[in-house]
């Protein structure tokens, strides 16, 4: 019952905590094919227009001055960068392909989600209500 409200909630918890981030950033490549007989004479037919395929790859780009871990960095790296968590809780799912390993480390201020063993999310912890 913990394991579906944990992975139900998940996408609600970090909806655009990361996606907002300036540590993330998506790379686009334009390439371009240019036709065959690109120096034909100008009393020849018209060459074919320029066909543009543009490939889209999400890539993590680890930002040295982030202060919490970003999408894409190994458990290693993690615990390299940012110290041993102060607690990992319990692994949720992995019960069928479908269904990973999802693992949860607590630091001071914010818990860390992998999926497996790669970073998916970093949710800051809730502020304190101001009275």
């Known amino acids: 019952m913990i394991r579906k409200c944990i992975l139900a909630t998940l996408p609600l918890l970090v909806g655009a905590v990361l996606t907002a981030s300036p540590a993330l950033a998506i790379q ?13 004479p100008a009393d020849a037919a018209p ?19 982030s202060t919490v871990p970003v ?17 990992k809780l319990p692994a949720a799912g992995g019960d069928a392909p479908r269904h990973p390993t999802i693992n949860r480390w607590r630091y001071n201020g914010y818990t860390v989600y992998f999926e497996r063993t790669h970073v998916i999310h970093t949710v800051m912890d809730a502020a304190a209500p101001t009275t």
Do not use: I, Y
């Open 28 to 40: 686009t490549d334009v390439v371009v094919a240019k036709p065959a007989d690109a120096a034909a």
């Open 47 to 65: 060459a074919k227009k320029e066909t543009v395929k543009k490939v889209r790859r999400h890539r993590a780009v680890v930002d040295t001055n």
């Open 71 to 87: 999408r894409g960095m190994s458990m290693a790296q993690v615990e390299k960068r940012f110290g041993a968590p102060v607690d």
